[in-house]
């Protein structure tokens, strides 16, 4: 694996609550606030939140290069905030459960030393997306039900110890009952309450198909709820625009997704740069959590860098006109 640079000292050794808490900001008012009303306008920009233009990845992007034991061109994800800062200049880490080496087997021990990490080099882990594959939280029977609900409150523990300030659970792919749906998040929502994690909606499986289906079902929820936006997860272009400006005004964060990226930078399955400005018009400001991948790391580093130039290129631009 690349040498990684030794580190630069930290100025700021506050972690990153209690910078929140001293500068009067939370992490959940970036952009949409925490507990959004439905349909209400898009909040002003010019007072800049913490996670303003902020820009960083979901983990997600470098799973052909996590490992648990240190390989050659690989790394941990203990490592990761370091190669965040240090190799890409990006400090949001929007975390996956398949991302851990085994989230099954996460303790308060390997939560504070990931959460240290993430301090230690000034990155931010923003959201927990709990990706369990075999649980289901709207099945009809309630053994089953109770046992996904069971699990993702576990996984909303372990957010909260990390410092995350959102956590959502997987779409499937079939609509599922509304009523048990709706139930079941209602629960994870008041739970998550407890613990300062807002959970949040994103636009896949069932969703994909519906541009109302982010608004309509954080209108139900109705407490506790944001929409985390991801720009790749429609089933095509007739849906996508339309869904995003409907989902960004409720937006707390956004996975900023890219395929197949050409050398500059051109991207012919959609948008890019209409995904950007539908945001922008909403009123969403950030954070953007990259999420792309490529099995060749220095051809992966090199996409993200050129996605997060764009980024702050299209958010310089904005903010001038």
């Not at 109705?222 to 989902?247: C, K, M, P, Q």
Request: charged share 25%; glycine share 6%.
């Amino acid at each position: 694996m690349h040498q990684l640079s030794s580190h630069r000292n930290t100025t700021d050794k506050l972690n990153r609550r209690k910078a929140l808490r001293l500068s009067g900001v939370t992490l959940a008012g970036a952009t949409a606030m925490a507990v959004p009303p439905i349909g209400a306008a898009a909040p002003c920009a010019n007072q800049p939140a913490e996670l303003d233009d902020a820009v960083g990845i979901v983990t997600a992007s470098m799973t052909t290069h996590l490992t648990t034991s240190g390989k050659k061109s690989k790394f941990t994800l203990l490592e990761l905030p370091q190669i965040m800062r240090e190799e890409l200049d990006l400090r949001v880490i929007d975390l996956n459960t398949s991302s851990f080496p085994d989230f099954a087997r996460v303790d308060e021990k390997y939560s504070e030393q990931l959460r240290t990490a993430a301090d230690r080099f000034g990155c931010v882990l923003t959201n927990l997306k709990m990706n369990q594959r075999g649980i289901d939280l709207n099945s009809p029977q309630k053994e089953v039900r109770r046992k996904a609900l069971n699990e993702y409150k576990r996984s909303i523990d372990i957010a909260s110890r990390l410092g995350c300030r959102w956590a959502r659970p997987l779409p499937q792919m079939q609509k599922p009952d509304m009523a048990i749906h709706v139930a079941s998040y209602r629960e994870l929502c008041a739970y998550a309450a407890d613990r300062d994690v807002t959970m949040l909606v994103e636009n896949f499986g069932w969703m994909q198909n519906d541009p109302d289906s982010v608004p309509s079902l954080l209108k139900s929820i109705g407490h506790n709820i944001s929409a985390g936006v991801d720009t790749g997860n429609w089933a095509g272009n007739d849906v996508r625009y339309e869904g995003l400006a409907r989902a960004f005004p409720l937006a707390a964060t956004c996975d900023f997704k890219a395929r197949n990226i050409g050398a500059g930078g051109e991207h012919k399955e959609y948008d890019l740069k209409r995904c950007f400005d539908i945001a922008w018009s909403a009123g969403f400001r950030g954070p953007w959590a990259l999420e792309h991948g490529n099995a060749d790391l220095k051809t992966l580093f090199s996409e993200l860098k050129m996605l997060r130039d764009m980024l702050r290129r299209w958010t310089s631009e904005a903010r001038v006109r």
